[in-house]
Structure formats: C-alpha cells, structure tokens
C-alpha cells in the first residue's frame, strides 16, 4: 500500500509539474504575443516618425537647392555688375588723373597766398587794373551759383573782412560741385580779358596772382569733371546695385546656412530615427521567432496536457480504490497459492469482489490481480525467463516475487524451479 501510494503521488508530482510548466509556458505566449503586439505599434509609431523626418529632408533640400540656384543667377549678376563698375572707375580714373595737374595748379596758387598779402591788398584804396576782376571771380566762386550784385572792390573788401576765414573757404572750396552758372559766368565776363593771367597780375600782388590762377583751373577742372560726372554718376549707380546685389547675395547665403544647418540636423534626427525603427524591427523579429518557437510547442504538447490531465485523473481513480485492490492483491498472494486456476478466478469475482462492494470499499474493477501485482512489462519479462505463459504459472509468480517470506512451491514439472 505504501509503495503504491508512493508511486501515485510521485506520478501526480510529476504530471503536475509538467502541467504547470505548461501552463507557465502558455501564459509566456501570450506575455510574448502582447509584447510583440505593443512592439509592432512601436515599429510603425517609429516608421512613421522616419517618414516624416526624411520628407523634412526632402523638402528642405529641394528649397535648399532652389536657393542655390538662384545664388547662382544672383553671382553673375553682381559678377557683371562688378565688371561695369570697375570699368566706370577706370575709365572715371583715367579721366581725373588728368585733371589732377589742374587742382595741383589750384592747390599751388593758394600756397601763394598768405595772411599777410591778403591784409596788404585789402587795405588798398584803389585796386591796381585787373585786380578788381580777378577778386569778382574769386566771389562768383563762393556765392554758390549767385551771381553777387555788387562785384566792386568794396564789395571784395567786405568778403575779405575777416582774412582768416576767407582763407579757409578757398582751402575748403568744394571743387567738385562748383556751380555751373559760377563757371559760366567767369569764362564769358573774366578769363576771355588779357588781363585776366597770374602772370600780369603777380607784377601786382602776389595774392592777386595767386588768387587768378586758383580761380582758372577751379574753372577748367570743373569743366574736366564735367565730362567725368555721368560716369561717376553710372558708376555710383553701379555701385549701389552692386551694394543691393551684395545684399541679397548675402541674405541668401544666410539662408542657405540656416537651410544647410537645418538639412544636418533633419538628417541627424533621420539617422537616429532609422536606427531606432531598425532596433526596434530587430527587436519585433527576435520577440515574433521566440513566440513563434514558444506556440509550437505548446501546440506540439497540447496532445500531453490532455494526456496528463487524465492521467491525474486517472491517479485519482487509482487512489480511490487503492485500499480494496491492495485487499484483493494481499489476499491473493495469502490465500490463493494453493488452488487451481477455475478456483481462483472464484474466488476472486464471486466471493472477494462481491464482498467489496457490499462493505462500499472501492476497487478497481474489470482488472486481475495479477494486474495489481505486476506490470505488463514484468510477465513478459518472466516469460522470456522461462516461466510459462499461462495465467496460473503468472499468479505464482506473482505471488513469489511479492511474498515476504519463501513460498512452498509444488513444482513436479521443474517449471518454476528452472524459472
């Protein structure tokens, strides 16, 4: 009895560990098939992200090269802009470096002239001839395209009333924008007159003279610059369209810093974006192959969980009726030795069994007590030792082999003995 009960409650641990390994299998299945289900979402949550970062890219890189292209279009324009500017400036260059002998001259004759001569030929009463001409140019000059009323000598002497600052609007005079009429006027009323030379009026007054040459080649050089003017006008507006241009140029350079700047970091965050749905691809492909691996097998052992479930079942049943098959089993081996087969299998079905269930003590029914004694496996064991195959010489086997002391065997054939 304990021997039996030993063995069903191993074979029930056994059975039971198995299904609950199984059962812990099943539940990692479905831990697997939630798990590979969050991590597909986050695949295509990732795939998403990278699809939207790469038509960033895109999009950036198509505005990127718009902007180039007309960067490009923008660089021939200020390349040939450039060109006409420096071609302005040389030939304004050109044209100046010819008058520059012009207000050399005029630079000279005011050197000529010092305080002192001026205060001299300003206390004059009366001017020596052709003086009163030369200091009528000199005001013309400095009236700012007004021709003065009064270009006496007393109208002079009022110019010259402080010597100082008459001296510096010579020094500072404006060549370059010198009044058209002024110019006019001085050609047509004072330098067509003979008198009107630095040579004869230096026999004169130094200042004079000085003061006769300042005034002609302020008058020539104006004329000078007027040929130069338009260009340097076309050249200024050259250059400020070169300027405008520079502008935009560098306006679009900037933006397509921030574009280029914005381009590697979308590109960045694409490359981190595909390594991370890469990753998690992995990750999806290594979870599906372990559930895939995993659901195999517990569809591979479905067969054994039901297998098992009865056969625990089944333990169930034996230890039930383990006490009444023990009792006929015990009985058998007591009593049964000494009769022929018909008497045992009386014995046995109509007097121990019926007994049994009269007193409500279960058994196993439909099963032989050689069945309770010895496996399938043994008899046959015993039958390729020689033992007969019949189920008397079975019985008495089983009876020595579960005897706690030896048996009397009658044995006239040596069967037994030989087995």
Same mark, same amino acid.
């Given at each position: 009895? %304990? ?13 039971? !560990? ?6 812990? /299998?099943?539940?990692? =299945? ?37 902007? %180039? ?9 200020? /390349? ?22 012009? $207000? ?32 009528? &140019? =000199? ?11 009064? #270009? ?23 060549? !370059? ?34 003061? *006769?040459?300042?005034?002609?080649? $302020?008058?020539? @050089? ?23 241009? !520079? ?5 679009? +350079? ?8 914005? $381009?590697?970091? @979308? ?24 559930? &895939?691996?995993?659901? +195999? ?23 039930? *009726? #383990? ?32 007994? #049994?269930?009269? %007193? ?12 309770? #004694?010895?496996?399938? /496996? ?15 010489? /079975? ?14 065997? $009658? ?9």
């Amino acid at each position: 009895y %304990r021997e039996r009960s030993a063995h069903f409650a191993e074979m029930r641990r056994r059975l039971s !560990n198995g299904l609950a390994k199984l059962h812990a /299998a099943s539940r990692q =299945v479905l831990d697997l098939q939630r798990k590979l289900s969050i991590e597909i979402q986050e695949v295509e949550v990732k795939s998403k992200n990278t699809d939207r970062v790469m038509s960033l890219v895109s999009a950036e890189t198509a505005a990127a090269d718009t902007e %180039r292209h007309a960067a490009a279009g923008d660089e021939a324009k200020c /390349a040939v802009i450039q060109s006409e500017v420096n071609r302005f400036r040389a030939e304004c260059d050109l044209e100046l470096k010819v008058a520059e002998p012009v $207000i050399a001259e005029a630079e000279a004759a005011l050197q000529t002239i010092d305080k002192k001569a001026l205060t001299e030929m300003k206390a004059l009463t009366s001017p020596p001839a052709g003086l009163e001409d030369v200091t009528a &140019g =000199v005001m013309v000059l400095l009236s700012k395209g007004l021709i003065p009323k009064d #270009l006496s000598w007393n109208g002079t002497k009022k110019m010259m009333g402080n010597v100082d600052n008459f001296l510096k609007q010579l020094i500072n005079f404006d060549k !370059n924008n010198t009044p058209e009429e002024a110019c006019a006027y001085i050609e047509q009323h004072l330098m067509s007159k003979e008198s009107f030379n630095p040579e004869r009026m230096r026999s004169k007054s130094q200042a004079a003279a000085g003061m *006769c040459a300042w005034v002609i080649n $302020i008058v020539k @050089y104006f004329r000078m610059y007027q040929d130069v003017r338009p260009k340097r006008l076309r050249m200024e507006e050259a250059d400020q369209r070169l300027q405008n241009a !520079n502008d935009s140029m560098a306006a679009v +350079r900037d933006r397509l810093i921030e574009l280029d700047d914005r $381009i590697n970091e @979308y590109t960045n965050q694409y490359q981190t974006a595909q390594k991370e749905r890469n990753d998690a691809q992995t990750q999806v492909d290594k979870t599906r192959q372990r559930a &895939g691996m995993a659901g +195999r097998l517990i569809e591979s052992l479905s067969a054994e969980h039901e297998r098992w479930t009865t056969q625990i079942a089944s333990i169930g049943t034996q230890e039930n *009726c #383990l006490r009444g098959d023990v009792l006929v089993a015990s009985a058998f081996v007591s009593y049964i030795g000494a009769f022929d087969g018909n008497t045992r299998v009386s014995l046995v079905n109509r007097h121990w069994t019926p007994d #049994l269930a009269e %007193r409500s003590i279960q058994f196993t029914r439909n099963k032989s007590p050689i069945q309770l #004694l010895a496996h399938e /496996a043994a008899v046959a064991k015993w039958n390729q030792e020689g033992l007969p195959s019949d189920e008397v010489s /079975a019985g008495n086997a089983a009876i020595v082999l579960n005897s706690k002391r030896w048996p009397l065997m $009658i044995d006239p054939q040596q069967q037994g003995i030989e087995w």
